[in-house]
């Protein structure tokens, strides 16, 4: 009997709060999500919005995902960040085209900072910029030509890279940043290798401009996102919570 009773016991405990981890999973009762539409070049693209559901005047960030598409690890990002006092919007840049003109991802993301300025819960001056793998490289690439934003978060990106047009390469157009720069990597990116980094950050330091660098030891490119999924391990955690404290620092 007494064994039993210990049994019992030790499942009570378990199923309280705090007991089981969530893997930092948004509380549903503070955000709302949705699909919206954005007009961008005569053409319309599914996005992505995730928003606190408190009225209010929040901060709003553009989230640029992967080249593997709007896999729902970024969603699951969106409500994440949504839940922290953010709007977001993640629009899907590969609607028409596998691999667009970098013009063609300006102008969306230009647009998609118009949409938000229409809504009512959004303060139009703290806007963000978010972008993973080849969204890195537009993070890096339009924070220094977009005035609008106030910061950005770039991981993993492509410093070097002219994208799949072989176009501008972001560190060409390091003079022109303003905002204030988080870089996020991991030392076994085979994409993109953090000797690029180190080099960008070099360069970047060389020009005056303000950034961070957070490189976590032994992570592949795209170590956020596993699967499609957003991935609950300890270092995916730490670069979310690197990003999200960086906004609130940034956009405040």
Not at 1 to 20: E, F, N, T, W, Y
Not at 51 to 64: C, Q, R
Not at 73 to 93: N, T
Not at 97 to 126: G, K, N
């Amino acid at each position: 009997m007494r064994k039993v009773i210990l049994l019992v016991a030790v499942v009570v405990l378990c199923i309280l709060p705090g007991c089981i981890d969530s893997g930092g999973a948004a509380d549903e009762e503070q955000l709302d999500g949705d699909m919206v539409e954005i007009e961008s070049g005569g053409l319309t693209y599914p996005a992505y919005i995730a928003y606190p559901a408190e009225e209010g005047k929040y901060p709003a960030i553009v989230l640029i995902h992967s080249f593997n598409g709007l896999e729902p690890g970024y969603m699951d990002m969106a409500d994440r960040v949504a839940a922290e006092g953010f709007v977001v919007v993640a629009p899907e840049w590969q609607t028409h085209e596998q691999s667009p003109p970098d013009a063609t991802v300006e102008a969306l993301i230009s647009d998609s900072l118009t949409y938000l300025d229409t809504r009512t819960d959004v303060d139009p001056s703290r806007f963000g910029l978010t972008g993973f793998c080849a969204g890195g490289r537009y993070t890096m690439l339009f924070l220094p030509q977009m005035s609008e934003f106030g910061s950005g978060v770039a991981w993993y990106g492509f410093p070097y890279s002219g994208g799949f047009n072989n176009e501008t390469i972001p560190a060409d157009v390091i003079e022109g940043l303003e905002a204030p720069l988080l870089i996020i990597h991991g030392t076994r990116d085979e994409a993109s290798p953090v000797g690029d980094i180190y080099r960008y950050a070099t360069d970047l330091d060389a020009a005056g401009k303000y950034f961070e660098l957070k490189v976590y030891q032994g992570e592949p490119h795209g170590f956020v996102i596993e699967d499609g999924r957003l991935s609950g391990s300890f270092v995916a955690n730490d670069a979310y919570e690197e990003m999200v404290t960086f906004f609130q620092r940034t956009l405040d």
